[in-house]
C-alpha cells in the first residue's frame, strides 16, 4: 500500500481543493460523468492516453472523496456505472468557469504550452 512521504496540509481552502481534485484525469472525468458519459469503458474511450488502471484509481479516490458514487448492478456481466454526488455537482460550476478561462486566454497561453 502507497504511504504518503509528506503529511497532507489541509490549513485551508485551496490545499482541501487541491487534495480532492489532484491527479492528471479527475476534472476531465467528473466532466464526462456530468456530461453523461459514466462507464468505465465510456470514460476510457474519451480519454485514450490514460491507462484503465489510472482511471481506475483516479475514480476510485472521488468516490473515496465523496464526489462520486459507484452503482454496481447485480448481474452478468457485471455493470458499473458512476454519478455524481451533491458535494460532486458543485464543482461544475467551477469546472465550468475554469474552461472558460482557458478560452479566454488560448491565443495567449498555446503557444507557450506547445513549446514544452
Request: hydrophobic residues 40%; proline residues 6%.
Amino acid at each position: 500500500m502507497y504511504k504518503r512521504k509528506l503529511p497532507v496540509e489541509l490549513n485551508c481552502g485551496l490545499h482541501i481543493f487541491m487534495e480532492v481534485l489532484n491527479g492528471k484525469w479527475k476534472i476531465n472525468l467528473i466532466w464526462c460523468i456530468y456530461s453523461g458519459i459514466d462507464r468505465p469503458g465510456e470514460l476510457q474511450r474519451m480519454m485514450p492516453k490514460a491507462s484503465r488502471r489510472l482511471l481506475d484509481t483516479q475514480l476510485k479516490q472521488l468516490v473515496d472523496h465523496g464526489i462520486l458514487t459507484k452503482i454496481i448492478f447485480d448481474q452478468r456481466p457485471p455493470k458499473v456505472q458512476y454519478e455524481l454526488t451533491a458535494l460532486g455537482e458543485t464543482l461544475i460550476p467551477i469546472i465550468a468557469s475554469t474552461a472558460r478561462w482557458g478560452e479566454a486566454h488560448r491565443e495567449q497561453l498555446e503557444p507557450l504550452l506547445s513549446i514544452v
